[in-house]
C-alpha cells in the first residue's frame, strides 16, 4: 500500500469511530497541553533569574551589619548596627587578592525638588568603585570627579525615573535641585537599567559621594566616623566568590575583635547563594510539573493502545480479508500504526493549542514568569508523535501478526 492509501484507510477507520477516538486523545490533549505550560513556566522563571543575576551582579559579595537586640530585648533589622566603617573597606581593598572593586555606601529616602516637580526617592552615597560593582554607567554629563569625594562640594547623579520626573525630556546637567532641604547640582545621568529581578525600579536612585551623604543627609543618631552601612565587593572571578568570602570573612571578624565561637557583627551576601536558592526552586517546580505531564502522556498513551487493541479484535475478519487478496503484515501494521499516530497528532494539535493559551493565562493572571516561544511548541510536538508511535506499536504488530485462515474463521 502506497503512503497515501494508509493515511486514507487510516483516516476513514477512525471517523466510523469519532466518538471513542476524541476520548482516547483526551489524555495527549492535557498531556501535551502540561508539556507547553511547564517549558514556558521553566524558561520563563530561568530568564528572571537571568535578569536577577545581571542586575545584581554576577560576581559580587554585599556585607552589611547584623541586626542586633534593642531596647526591651526585640531584635532589630539585618544593617541596623553601625559596625561597618570605611578602615574595613581600605582593608579588604588591601588584603584581599580576589577583591577587583570594593566600595563602602550609605543609603536612605528623599524628596527631590526642582522648581514645581518634586519626587519622593533613594538616595545612594558611594565610593567610586561602587559603579563598577553595580554595572551603572554615566548617560549624560561628566559624573563625580577624584576632588567630589572629599565631601566639601555638593554633585548629584540621577537615575532616569527621577530625572524624567523633575526634567522631562530635559537632561538636567547643571540645574540645582533640592534634597530635603540640602542644594545639589546635577552632574550626571545614568544609563537606564528598568525592573530589577526582584520588582523594584532600578533608575529611581540619586547618587551622591559618601562623605558628602554622611555629612549632608544621613540623619541616624549615634553613627559613628567613617561608619558605611554596606560594603560591596566585586571579586575578580566568580570561581573565586567562596573564597573571597571566607577571606572577607576571617579578616572582619579580626578587625572587630570578634572571639572564637561569638556570632559575627556583620553579614556577607553571596550573590551565588541566591542564584543557587532560586534555581532549586526552579528545578523543584520544574520536575512537579514535568511529573505531571508525563502522567497525563503515560495515561493518554495507554489509553491509544487500549482502543487499538480493542480495534484490533473488532477487525479480525477485516485484517484477514486483507491479508488474504494480498496485504502484506507490513501494511496492516503501517494502517494501525497510522491510526494510532493520527489519534496522537490529533490530540497534540488540541493540546499544543490549549497549552498555548493556558501559557499566556498563567502569565497574565500570575505571578510565575512565563516565556513562550517556536521551541516549546516544537517539544510539544515532538512529544505528541513519539507517545502515538511508542504506544500505537503494539497493537499493530499484533495485527500484522495474525493468520489470515484463523482471521477469516473468526466471528
Known sequence: MRPLDILRTALFALRGNWLRSALTSLGVIIGIAAVIVMVSIGQ????????????????????????????????????????????????????????????????GGTQVVFAENNASTQWQGVQP????????????????????????????????TVRRELFGDQDGIGQTIRLGRVPFTVVGVLKPKGQGGFGQDQDDIVVVPLETARRRLSTSQGMPPGAVQ??????????????AQSEIEALLRQRHKIQPGADDDFV?????????????????????LGAVAGICLVIGGIGIMNIMLV??????????????????????????????????????????????????????????????????????AAF???????????????????????ALRSQ
Open 230 to 243: 554596606q560594603i560591596s565587593v566585586g571579586v575578580d572571578d566568580a570561581r573565586n566568590l567562596d573564597v
Open 44 to 107: 520563563g522563571t530561568q530568564a528572571e533569574i537571568d535578569k536577577l543575576v545581571s542586575g545584581l551582579g554576577s560576581q559580587r559579595l554585599d556585607i552589611s551589619g547584623a541586626g542586633g537586640i534593642g531596647p526591651g530585648g526585640a531584635r532589630l533589622a539585618q544593617g541596623s548596627r553601625w559596625s561597618l566603617n570605611e578602615g574595613d573597606v581600605e582593608a579588604i581593598r588591601n588584603e584581599v587578592p580576589e577583591a577587583q572593586y570594593v566600595a563602602g555606601s550609605l543609603r
Open 268 to 288: 556577607v551576601r553571596n550573590i551565588s547563594q541566591i542564584v543557587a536558592t532560586r534555581t532549586q526552586t526552579t528545578n523543584l517546580m520544574s520536575k512537579l
Open 311 to 380: 480495534s484490533v479484535t473488532e477487525r479480525i475478519r477485516e485484517i484477514g480479508l486483507r491479508l488474504a487478496v494480498g496485504a502484506g503484515p507490513r501494511d496492516i501494521r503501517a494502517q494501525f500504526l497510522a491510526e494510532a499516530m493520527l489519534i496522537s497528532l490529533i490530540g497534540g494539535v488540541i493540546g499544543i493549542a490549549i497549552g498555548i493559551v493556558g501559557a499566556l493565562i498563567v502569565g497574565k493572571f500570575s505571578e510565575l514568569p512565563v516565556q513562550l516561544n517556536a521551541q516549546v511548541v516544537a517539544l510539544a
Open 384 to 406: 505528541s508523535i513519539a507517545t502515538g508511535l511508542f504506544f500505537g506499536y503494539y497493537p499493530a504488530s499484533k495485527a500484522s501478526r495474525l493468520d489470515p485462515i484463523e
Open 129 to 160: 568603585d561602587w559603579f563598577a560593582i553595580n554595572g551603572w554607567e554615566i548617560a549624560s554629563g561628566d559624573g563625580f570627579q577624584p576632588n567630589d569625594y572629599g565631601g566639601a562640594s555638593k554633585p548629584v547623579i540621577l537615575g532616569e
